[in-house]
């Protein structure tokens, strides 16, 4: 069975930096892409980042320029690096999958992890 285990969330003061990791643990062919969604309070879940087997990179132009998401095909691990974090980068981050094994490709989410910024 196919899992995504995130880490790195936390509490950090305006203008620090956190790093986001997510590995997909189980048996898996090949990743399309992985990346970021974040939920505030009261919003909607939202794309931060995500990057595609290719290379190719699709983010949110609230964090371009401060964030910067990676990949490491052979861990299936994705890593966001979140610098001048700003109070508004409050948020539950959840990892996303797209998962090639069993003949499909399949669609995962983590479970979330918090990550506080403090004014």
């Known amino acids: 069975q196919v899992h995504l285990v995130e880490s790195g969330g936390g509490l950090v003061q305006a203008g620090g930096s956190l790093r986001l990791s997510c590995a997909a643990s189980g048996t898996i062919i090949s990743i399309n892409h992985m990346g970021w969604y974040r939920q505030a309070p009261g919003k909607q879940r939202e794309l931060v980042a995500r990057v595609f087997r290719g290379g190719s990179i699709n983010s949110a132009d609230s964090v371009k320029g401060r964030f910067t998401i990676s990949m490491d095909n052979a861990k299936s691990t994705v890593y966001l690096q979140m610098n001048s974090l700003k109070p508004e980068d409050t948020a539950i981050y959840y990892c996303?999958?797209?998962?090639?094994?069993?003949?499909?490709?399949?669609?995962?989410w983590g479970q979330g992890t918090q990550v506080t910024v403090s004014s």
């Open positions: 996303n999958a797209n998962l090639f094994y069993g003949g499909t490709y399949y669609t995962h």
